[in-house]
């Protein structure tokens, strides 16, 4: 069962939407999360809290050496620029390992131009979740990135500032967030899948 059939489910069977998400081929799962409706990432928000602890592991592999980006694609539910990336990267400070991640949002030449990167800091939050920062900006850039900017600077002010995302697991892969400003709750989500 497909993704979007399985979450129109009355009881969404997580653990074979977890299963199927895993076994799947790399480009169809990047396909299967980037359809998923506004409504439908909601849903699986909702239904993925406390099913599978999200480490900062998840998000940036062991293997993956220290400052180096790796990409986690994703859709949102906003109607304009709803495709980017949240590229987290491993700090180069041993002794930051396993506390925090530092990363930012790849998108369009428009985006990245007029809005900015939207630098944050991610660290364990809750019962098994991740909190993205975006009240807190990393103090190094991976080679070649964007100049960190804070994230009331430009348009940024309007879609980074004072925000915080909610990350939760889905699978190996997968991850479901959604964003809060100044604590309270905003009818923004996304999916991200970890390529």
Known sequence: MRLREALAQAQPDLAAISARLDATDPQDRLEEVWSLSGAEQARLFEVAQGFLPLSLEALVPASAPPMTGVPHEGRNSLLAFSRFAKVFYRPDDPALNGKELWGLNRGSWVVMTFVGPGYYVAY?????????????TPPLASPGWPKILANHQRLSRFVFHQTQDVLRGVSKHVTIGRATRRGQNLDNWFILCRT
């Open 124 to 136: 364990p939050h809750g019962a098994g979740e991740v909190l993205v920062d975006y009240l807190r």
